[in-house]
């Protein structure tokens, strides 16, 4: 049973950084594809960035300014937020593709001064 729990979220203001955390249980993060998805009130979840063993890629509005990582000893993903702006306000979601799609429950960030 594959389990995924994230925390980081908060509010901050624009311009600011927040790290995001992705404890994954039931798979190995180094060994599966892991990413950070979001979604906004009235809008469609989208791909904020994934890592596997092939590299990282990231959606085009946070190229340059979000940082996707993993750590194997803490079977951990980390999603390093900086320069954030009143658009990057959303629910958060880490991601595992192993065979099957598994998502975690989501934390919030909000962007605002």
């Known amino acids: 049973q594959v389990k995924l729990v994230e925390s980081g979220g908060n509010l901050v203001q624009p311009g600011g950084s927040l790290r995001l955390t992705c404890v994954a249980s039931?798979?190995?993060?180094?060994?599966?594809?892991m990413g950070w998805y979001r979604q906004a009130p009235g809008k469609e979840r989208e791909m904020v960035a994934r890592?596997?063993?092939?590299?990282?890629i990231y959606g085009d509005s946070v190229k340059g300014r979000f940082t996707i990582s993993t750590d194997s000893a803490k079977n951990t993903a980390y999603l390093q937020m900086n320069s954030l702006e009143p658009e990057d306000t959303a629910v958060y979601y880490c991601?595992?593709?192993?065979?099957?799609?598994?998502w975690g429950q989501g934390t919030q960030v909000t962007v605002s001064s």
């Open positions: 991601y595992n593709y192993f065979g099957i799609d598994y």
């Open positions: 039931g798979v190995k993060v180094t060994n599966s594809v």
């Open positions: 890592i596997s063993s092939g590299g990282s």
